[in-house]
C-alpha cells in the first residue's frame, strides 16, 4: 500500500475511500461502459479534485491524481494528514475461464432440435446459435473456454471443431473444449447431466489442473441468446464491487417476465431477491420501480422486471464451495443456487443496456430472426470490431436472376431464379424457382448441393428435390433444413402465434391443378400425401 502526504486546509473535505477507490460517497450496481449511467449512482468519481475548494486559484488538480496544494493563507490551521492509496485491480482475460451450457433437450424448439442441439440451431442465415457465445469470448479475450454438450450434439461437436480449431483464430495459451456428457465410476457417476449446476459439478475437478491453477473467476454462458457482449466490462465491475456472483440482467415487461429468473436489488445493487420463473402471484411480487436501473417512467411502466440473463460470474473458489459443500444435491443454478447463495454471498446485478433476446422458443426464434433483416435493426452481425466468427463453408456467391428481393438476408451458395422474396432469410445453398414468393419467412437451407442430373433424375421419378419448387407461396413460417417443397403450392401461416403447430405439423395448401404425384411436399422430415386439402397433418 503506498502512501504520500498532502498539505490541507480545515475546510478541506476528504473524499470516501472504499475497496472501489475514492468515490462521491454513493453506492450504486454495475453498469455496462458507454450504455449511460444510472443517474450518477455506480458511477466512480474523484472527490478529492472537486473537494480541494481552499482557493479558487488552485490549477492543475487532475481526477486521479493527489497533490500538495499550498496557498498564500495557509496558517496554523494547516493540517498534515496521510492518506492512503489503492490501486485498482484490473480484470485480466487470462484468469477468466467460461464454460458455455449447450447440453438441453432443446424441447422448446422442437422440431429444429430433433436431431441438434439447440446451440446449432442456425440463426442468422449462415451462423449458428454456439457463434454467439464464443465470439463474445473472443471478442473480449477471453481463451479459455469449455462447452459441455449432452443431447444430439454430433452436429454442434462437428461445428465447434471446423470453426474454432484452426482457421486463423489464436487462442494462444488458451483452448476450447468440448465435454460432453458422460458416465463415470460410482453411483453418482451413472447419471447424465441433471441440470445447468450439476453439469458444471461434474467437470470441477478441470479446475485442479496445473494449467487452470491461475483461473480467478469463472463465467457461465448460454448457448441460446443473441446479444454482443464485452465480457471484461462484466468481469471488471466484478472485482471493482468486490462480488462473489455477478448476475447480468435486463428489464422486461409482463408478457414475457415468467420465462425468466427475476430479481430484486437494494439501493447497492446487491441482490436481494432472486425467484426462477414465477407465476401468479409470485410473479406479482416480483415487480419493482425499474427507474432506478436509468428507465424513464414511461419505459418503467412498460419493463417493471429486472431479468437474469442467465450471464453468470463466480469466483473460483465461491463456485466450487457452493457445488460440492454447500449444495452438492442442487441441480440448477437459477432455481437453487443462486436463491440459496443470497443470504451467505455478496450476489451483485450488473445491468445490459444494449441488445439481449432469448431464442429459446420458435415464436422468439423466429421473431428476433427476422428483425434482423430490417434496416435499421437493433441487433447487427455486421461490426468490424467485434464480428461474429462461424464456420468457412467456401461457397460461391449467391446467383440471382430477375429476381425482386426487399428487406431480406441472403446467404452464400443460393441460386434463385424469378422469385419475389421480402422481409425473409434465406439459408446457404438454398434453391428458389421461377415464380416463387417468400415473405416473412425463415429459410435455412441445406447442408449439401444436389447437382442438375440427380435434380432432373429425381424429377424423372416423381420425387421432389431439396429446395422450392414452381410458382410456390410461403409465408410466416420457418422451413427446416433440407426441406423439399413441391410445386404450386402454398403454405400460409396466418396466425404466428401457433408456429409450432402451423409450420411443422399442419399446412394451409391449395395445390393448383398437377399431377397427384406431385402434390406432395417435405418440410423437414414431415411429408402429406393429400390430393386437395386445406389443412393437413402432416405424417413421416
Given at each position: ?79 498534515t494528514e496521510q492518506i492512503r492509496i489503492y490501486e485498482k485491480q484490473v480484470a485480466e482475460p487470462k484468469n477468466v475461464a467460461s464454460i458455455i ?259 429459446g422458443t420458435l415464436k422468439s426464434f423466429y421473431d428476433a430472426n427476422l428483425a434482423l433483416t430490417k434496416e435499421s435493426s437493433k441487433f447487427q452481425f455486421y461490426d468490424p470490431k467485434t464480428p461474429f466468427f462461424t464456420s468457412p ?148
Amino acid at each position: 500500500m503506498d502512501s504520500c502526504l498532502a498539505n490541507m486546509g480545515t475546510k478541506t473535505h476528504f473524499p470516501i475511500a472504499g475497496k472501489m477507490g475514492f468515490g462521491n460517497g454513493e453506492s450504486g450496481f454495475g453498469v455496462e461502459n458507454g450504455r449511460g449511467n444510472v443517474k450518477g449512482k455506480g458511477l466512480m468519481i474523484n472527490g478529492l479534485s472537486r473537494s480541494l475548494r481552499a482557493d479558487t486559484r488552485v490549477r492543475g488538480i487532475r481526477p486521479g491524481v493527489i497533490s500538495s496544494v499550498m496557498t498564500s493563507d495557509n496558517g496554523r490551521d494547516t493540517i498534515t494528514e496521510q492518506i492512503r492509496i489503492y490501486e485498482k485491480q484490473v480484470a485480466e482475460p487470462k484468469n477468466v475461464a467460461s464454460i458455455i451450457l449447450g447440453g438441453g433437450a432443446g424441447t422448446q424448439l422442437f422440431p429444429l432440435t430433433s436431431r441438434t442441439a439447440t446451440p446449432a440451431v442456425p440463426v442468422g442465415g449462415c451462423y449458428k446459435l454456439i457463434d454467439i457465445p464464443m465470439s463474445n469470448c473472443i471478442n473480449s479475450g477471453i481463451q479459455k473456454i469449455f462447452i459441455l454438450t449432452q443431447f444430439n450434439s454430433a452436429s454442434l461437436h462437428r461445428h465447434i471443431s471446423r470453426t474454432y480449431h484452426g482457421n486463423a483464430i489464436n487462442f494462444g495459451d488458451g483452448f476450447v473444449e468440448v465435454l460432453a456428457a458422460t458416465q463415470t465410476p460410482g453411483e453418482a457417476g451413472m447419471n447424465w447431466f441433471q441440470g445447468t449446476a450439476d453439469a458444471v459439478r461434474q467437470f470441477l475437478w478441470l479446475f485442479e489442473d496445473a494449467r487452470n491453477k491461475e483461473i480467478e473467476n469463472i463465467l457461465i454462458l448460454s448457448g441460446d441468446q443473441l446479444y454482443r457482449m464485452d465480457y471484461m466490462d462484466f468481469v471488471q465491475n466484478h472485482i471493482d464491487r468486490n462480488a462473489d456472483i455477478t448476475v447480468s440482467c435486463v428489464p422486461v415487461g409482463e408478457s414475457r417476465a415468467s420465462d425468466y429468473g427475476l430479481m430484486k436489488i437494494d439501493s447497492t445493487g446487491r441482490v436481494s431477491q432472486f425467484h426462477e420463473k414465477p407465476k401468479g402471484a409470485d410473479l406479482k411480487a416480483m415487480q419493482v420501480d425499474t427507474r432506478r436501473l436509468g428507465l424513464s417512467r414511461a419505459e418503467a411502466m412498460v419493463n417493471p422486471y429486472i431479468a437474469s440473463m442467465g450471464v453468470y460470474l463466480f469466483k473460483t473458489d465461491v463456485l466450487l464451495e457452493l457445488l460440492t459443500q454447500r449444495y452438492p444435491t442442487a441441480n440448477d443454478f437459477g432455481s437453487e443456487i443462486l436463491p440459496s447463495a443470497l443470504n451467505q454471498h455478496n450476489v451483485q446485478a450488473y445491468l445490459f443496456r444494449d441488445y439481449w433476446e432469448d431464442i429459446g422458443t420458435l415464436k422468439s426464434f423466429y421473431d428476433a430472426n427476422l428483425a434482423l433483416t430490417k434496416e435499421s435493426s437493433k441487433f447487427q452481425f455486421y461490426d468490424p470490431k467485434t464480428p461474429f466468427f462461424t464456420s468457412p463453408r467456401f461457397l460461391p456467391p449467391t446467383k440471382m436472376d430477375n429476381c425482386k428481393i426487399k428487406d431480406a438476408i441472403i446467404s452464400h451458395g443460393c441460386f434463385l431464379r424469378e422469385c419475389t422474396i421480402e422481409h425473409s432469410i434465406v439459408g446457404e445453398r438454398s434453391r428458389l424457382d421461377s415464380g416463387v414468393e417468400l415473405k416473412d419467412t425463415f429459410m435455412m437451407g441445406a447442408d449439401s448441393y444436389q447437382t442438375e442430373l440427380e435434380i432432373a433424375s429425381l424429377r424423372a421419378e416423381g420425387k421432389i428435390p431439396i429446395g422450392v419448387g414452381r410458382h410456390t407461396k410461403i409465408r410466416n413460417c420457418i422451413i427446416d433444413k433440407n426441406a423439399k417443397i413441391g410445386n404450386d403450392v402454398i403454405i400460409m401461416n396466418k396466425d404466428v402465434s401457433r408456429l409450432v403447430a402451423l409450420v411443422f405439423f399442419f399446412f394451409f395448401l391449395k395445390p393448383q391443378s398437377v399431377p397427384l404425384r406431385q402434390r406432395y411436399f417435405c418440410v423437414g422430415n414431415f411429408r402429406v400425401f393429400k390430393k386437395r386439402i386445406d389443412r393437413a397433418k402432416a405424417s413421416t
